[in-house]
């Protein structure tokens, strides 16, 4: 066998060239990752500066908008600590003489809410007892409304008070009630009443009866199973009588002449007032279309 040399552990031809290229460009490469560096640093720190320039000056002032005004409540609680029922404003209790035995009881209140309404009961009180029966009323908002206690007989009290219980409040859906709520009530309660007259008793007439009439022409686009009338009469500015008429079925653009009747002569009549009495906001006193 023949004898060989090792080489194990010998430089080679290629480890001699790349070691003489490595000893004479070894200060070029340097350089050349020294400018690789600085040109990715110079990137980065652009970077960075632009980031900063961006969040400072341009996207940042919308976020830091927009994160304002998440922070702001959606809604305006203030509002809502404004816009709460209030408690509706009962004036002093009228007395009627309506004749011999006989007396009617009246009383205006009024809904300062205006987003809201209301129904009750309510009921007169004369020296700690309740006079008659209790009765069920409504008050639309922000409006005023006689109640009453008609043809009451018995001895007529020097003074009463009216008490309101089981009282039920209902917000006024802005979703429903459009455009709102002046609008939306105006349009359903557009009665027009014409032709008041007044007319007392005549003399030679057996049984005294004091009559007002007047015309009442539905100018909604509305008709009405029940359409309430509530009549005062005035003696300047004195109440001296009151009445409350229904018409049944009461259909959009029909007229109506109506009679309210008092079985009394009733003196000293300077004015009559007719006000419409519906609860609009309840679906059962509206006539079904095609009905």
Known sequence: MAFQVSREGQLTEEKLKWGYWWVTHKVQVRRWFTVFLAIVAFVLVGYAAYGFADWYFGSGVRERAALATYLQPAIDISLFRRDTPKKPVIEPVSILATGEGTFDMIARITNPSKSFWMDFDYRFVSGGSVVGTVQHGFLLPASSKYLYLLGVKGTRPGSASMELNNVSVHRVDPHVIKPDYVTWGRARLNFKITDIKFTPPAPTDPLAVSRATFTVKNDTGFGYWNAGFFVM??????????????????????????????????????????????NIFDDRVYIPPGQ
């Open 233 to 278: 009469l005035r003696s300047e500015s004195s109440i001296v009588g009151a009445n409350y008429v229904v018409i049944t079925e009461l259909r959009a653009g029909q007229t109506r002449t109506v009679d309210a009747s008092w079985f009394a002569d009733v003196p000293g009549v300077t004015d009559v007032q007719v006000t419409p009495d519906v």
